[in-house]
T-cell receptor, first 109, second 113 residues
Framework: GEDVEQSLFLSVREGDSSVINCTYT??????LYWYKQEPGAGLQLLTY?????DMKQDQRLTVLLNKKDKHLSLRIADTQTGDSAIYFC?????????FGQGTELSVKP | KAGVTQTPRYLIKTRGQQVTLSCSPI?????VSWYQQTPGQGLQFLFE???????NKGNFPGRFSGRQFSNSRSEMNVSTLELGDSALYLC????????????FGPGTRLTVT
């Protein structure tokens, strides 16, 4: 069945790079996504990658996709305290999004 | 452009009551999807509407229903509320030419007592 897994917590120092990892099961997923959720807010679409791509870069964000291992990662360069939030990985499946449980990123000054 | 708006933002209801939540998509977007977010189950897909037709439905009981109007605004209804329906209900809209992009609203926080 469809499943997306992420580690639950990540703590980094301000200025360091953060890498959030995700594994998914649906090999037919066309798009894979990263969303950010701050406390009391909805989901903010950060970036997404088409399944025939290996990498996508967007300013401080780099997405890497290993389709063979069904592994997706999000790298945030020069992490700031404002990046503290929960990050969700999601795969598209049959017109809907299947989300992971979210990774809580804590950025320490 | 204004983002996805959801009303009300907060709602408290009693078990057995029913509730209607509203979602206005980004201007020009015609696809609207609904998701439920709870601490235990995470984010789960409820349903998707496009041009007033339900295109996709998640694995939720029939107490959960929705509809979409000709102006693309959508409502979801939950009847006979249960304590377990307490959740953040999120609505997302997608542009016609990039339906794979889903933009979420701030959500409606429903508490059932």
């Amino acid at each position: 069945g469809e499943d997306v897994e992420q580690s639950l917590f990540l703590s980094v120092r301000e200025g360091d790079s953060s890498v959030i990892n995700c594994t998914y099961t649906d090999s037919s997923s066309t798009y894979l996504y990263w969303y950010k959720q701050e406390p009391g807010a909805g989901l903010q679409l950060l970036t997404y990658i088409f399944s025939n791509m290996d990498m996508k870069q967007d300013q401080r964000l780099t997405v890497l996709l290993n389709k063979k291992d069904k592994h997706l990662s999000l790298r945030i360069a020069d992490t700031q305290t404002g990046d503290s939030a929960i990050y969700f990985c999601a795969e598209s499946s049959g017109g809907k999004l299947i989300f992971g449980q979210g990774t809580e990123l804590s950025v320490k000054p | 452009k204004a983002g996805v708006t959801q009303t009300p933002r907060y709602l408290i209801k009693t078990r057995g009551q029913q509730v209607t939540l509203s979602c206005s998509p980004i201007s020009g977007h015609r696809s609207v999807s609904w998701y439920q977010q709870t601490p235990g189950q995470g984010l789960q897909f409820l349903f998707e509407y496009f041009s007033e037709t339900q295109r996709n439905k998640g694995n939720f009981p029939g107490r959960f229903s929705g509809r979409q109007f000709s102006n693309s605004r959508s409502e979801m209804n939950v009847s006979t509320l249960e304590l377990g329906d307490s959740a953040l209900y999120l609505c997302a809209s997608s542009p016609r030419d990039r339906v794979y992009e889903q933009y979420f609203g701030p959500g409606t926080r429903l508490t059932v007592t």
